[in-house]
């Protein structure tokens, strides 16, 4: 059964260029979340989607950062222009509504993103 | 705004110590309580969960957490430690039953000195 699948897992790039996370969520989870970690910040909730729809993106930092779902298996976060501050960890989780409680999130191997 | 706190943010113990992190939540009705662990470079993966029913929940590889209502706590334990532990450990919320976005706690990192 594959997990949440991120892509790519490493990404270098100099300031100024645009970068793109890409998330693929467990098949049937119907809720997909994007999250940043950072060792001054911790983990942070960046947006989440519930059937492809943004529900929650008060924690995206600012207008350079922005996210889609086009379909149930398919996601991308991106930074445009990115910033050093934007280098952190980003993970991709996803959930499945059983109903009104939750469920747990099955989190991705993250992206190390390294702004220059 | 709602929050989480880890008060233990580095633990040093030796393999076969006991272990209790603390997680304490700020109130806001009905919760969804968790713990993930991070394993160096990994992940993170759920140890245990808690919705409702016996607030002494056993999870994976012997951890167990209780969920302290009066106390808005959900501290994590294990009797004995093994090296294989070390790791970061978050504690989440998410409170009521609509929404479903969890907020983490900034972490205790432990550390198993064999």
């Known amino acids: 059964d594959a997990g949440v699948i991120q892509s790519p897992r490493h990404e270098v790039t100099e300031m100024g260029q645009e970068v793109t996370l890409r998330c693929k969520p467990i098949s049937g989870h119907d809720y997909l979340f994007w999250y940043r970690q950072t060792m001054m910040r911790g983990l942070e909730l960046l947006i989440y989607?519930?059937?492809?729809?943004?529900?929650?993106d008060s924690g995206m930092p600012e207008d350079r950062f922005s996210a889609k779902m086009p379909n149930a298996s398919f996601s991308t976060l991106k930074i445009q222009p990115s910033e050093p501050r934007d280098s952190a960890v980003y993970f991709c989780a996803s959930s499945r509504s059983t109903g009104v409680r939750d469920q747990p999130q099955h989190f991705g191997d993250g992206t190390r993103l390294s702004i220059l | 705004a709602q929050s989480v706190s880890q008060h233990n943010h580095h633990v040093i113990l030796s393999e076969a110590a006991s272990l209790e992190l603390g997680c304490n939540y700020s109130y806001g009705g009905t919760v969804n309580l968790f713990w993930y662990v991070q394993y160096p470079g990994q992940h993170l993966q759920l140890l245990l969960k808690?919705?409702?029913?016996d607030p002494l929940v056993k999870g994976i590889k012997g951890f167990e957490a209780e969920f302290i209502k009066s106390k808005f706590s959900f501290n994590l334990r294990k009797p004995s430690v093994q090296w294989s532990d070390t790791a970061e450990y978050f504690c989440a919320v998410s409170w009521g039953t609509g929404r479903r976005a969890l907020t983490f706690g900034s972490g205790t990192r432990l550390q198993v000195q064999p």
């Open positions: 808690y919705f409702s029913g």
């Open positions: 989607f519930n059937n492809n729809v943004p529900i929650d």
